[in-house]
């Protein structure tokens, strides 16, 4: 995918794990227990230059119609229509809240979407969702918002959606969301030379963000990363207006142990 290509500075060793030095004073590391006090309402936030931002490839509306009941039958029944039940939700301060609607959406568009974003990637994504009165954006529209994919279920056989759960996410919200975390630098790793194993730890971290600056993705470089050093939770470079909602000395990867002397030498 196009938006993964990045060249980034090289990672420097400090302590038994590795820290991110930037000479940008807004691209600093966001600990835990941080204060949300970067993150102003009432003034517009926008991506940091050199940060992953949202590839506009992938910009595209959602149709909706309303549902007025849930079940299982009716679940069944929309399903079979080629429709995936779903909802909307509000949220404020990353608490999931009220203001819930049924709607079902396009099966097909879910389902491309999901297969060419990855499932990850997906639930990382603003979209503008739109419902209408009749299906195919006819009729009479009922509700327009930008919202954040909080859910999907996925058969567990063909990988077909079964509900998806959205969040409305106007500017003004500050959202829960797992970010999906992208490796980068296996090829010059010093510690990959060296025979070392690279032992991923955590494909996600939890971030407190601002809707209008979500970050598709997270960068870690592993270019500098050397056998026996680690790569935490706190090390992760992010927008200063993210709050990290884990505990900033998790592991997210690490570089351990060493192939045997004969695994070394064969071919």
Same mark, same amino acid.
């Given at each position: 995918?196009?938006?993964?290509?990045?060249?980034?500075?090289?990672?420097?060793?400090?302590?038994?794990?590795?820290?991110?030095?930037?000479?940008?004073?807004?691209?600093?590391?966001?600990?835990?227990?941080?204060?949300?006090?970067?993150?102003?309402?009432?003034?517009?936030?926008?991506?940091?230059?050199?940060?992953?931002?949202?590839?506009?490839?992938?910009?595209?509306?959602?149709?909706?119609?309303?549902?007025?009941?849930?079940?299982?039958?009716?679940?069944?029944?929309?399903?079979?229509?080629?429709?995936?039940p779903a909802?909307?939700?509000?949220?404020?301060?990353?608490?999931?809240?009220?203001?819930?609607?049924?709607?079902?959406?396009?099966?097909?568009?879910?389902?491309?979407?999901?297969?060419?974003?990855?499932?990850?990637?997906?639930?990382?994504?603003?979209?503008?969702?739109?419902?209408?009165?009749?299906?195919?954006?006819?009729?009479?529209?009922?509700? +327009?918002?930008?919202?954040?994919?909080?859910?999907?279920?996925?058969?567990a056989?063909?990988?077909?959606?079964?509900?998806?759960?959205f969040?409305?996410?106007?500017?003004?919200?500050?959202?829960?969301?797992?970010?999906?975390?992208?490796?980068?630098?296996?090829?010059?790793?010093?510690?990959?030379?060296?025979?070392?194993?690279?032992?991923?730890? +955590?494909?996600?971290?939890?971030?407190?963000?601002?809707?209008?600056?979500?970050?598709?993705?997270?960068?870690?470089?592993?270019?500098?990363?050397?056998?026996?050093? +680690?790569?935490?939770?706190?090390?992760?470079?992010?927008?200063?207006?993210?709050?990290?909602?884990?505990?900033?000395?998790?592991?997210?990867?690490?570089?351990v142990?060493?192939?045997?002397?004969?695994?070394?030498?064969? +071919?």
């Open positions: 995918m196009s938006i993964l290509r990045r060249t980034h500075q090289p990672l420097l060793s400090l302590r038994h794990h590795l820290r991110y030095l930037s000479t940008a004073t807004a691209a600093v590391s966001v600990p835990s227990d941080s204060p949300s006090h970067f993150f102003d309402p009432l003034q517009p936030l926008d991506y940091l230059p050199g940060f992953p931002r949202p590839d506009p490839k992938y910009n595209e509306k959602i149709l909706a119609i309303p549902r007025t009941i849930s079940g299982k039958n009716i679940a069944a029944k929309e399903r079979k229509a080629g429709r995936v909802i909307v939700f509000e949220q404020e301060n990353g608490q999931q809240g009220g203001n819930k609607r049924l709607i079902s959406v396009d099966a097909k568009q879910i389902r491309k979407l999901v297969d060419h974003l990855g499932r990850s990637l997906f639930l990382s994504r603003l979209f503008e969702l739109e419902v209408w009165s009749e299906f195919a954006g006819s009729g009479e529209l009922v509700e +327009k918002v930008r919202v954040l994919p909080r859910l999907v279920h996925l058969h056989g063909n990988d077909a959606p079964l509900n998806v759960t969040l409305r996410a106007p500017s003004s919200a500050l959202l829960k969301v797992d970010v999906p975390l992208v490796f980068r630098g296996e090829d010059t790793s010093p510690g990959l030379k060296k025979g070392s194993y690279f032992n991923t730890v +955590k494909r996600t971290a939890k971030f407190l963000c601002p809707a209008d600056i979500i970050p598709p993705y997270i960068d870690v470089d592993i270019s500098g990363l050397d056998a026996g050093q +680690k790569i935490v939770l706190g090390d992760l470079k992010v927008h200063p207006a993210l709050k990290l909602l884990q505990s900033p000395e998790q592991p997210v990867c690490s570089m142990g060493a192939r045997a002397p004969e695994q070394k030498r064969s +071919k």
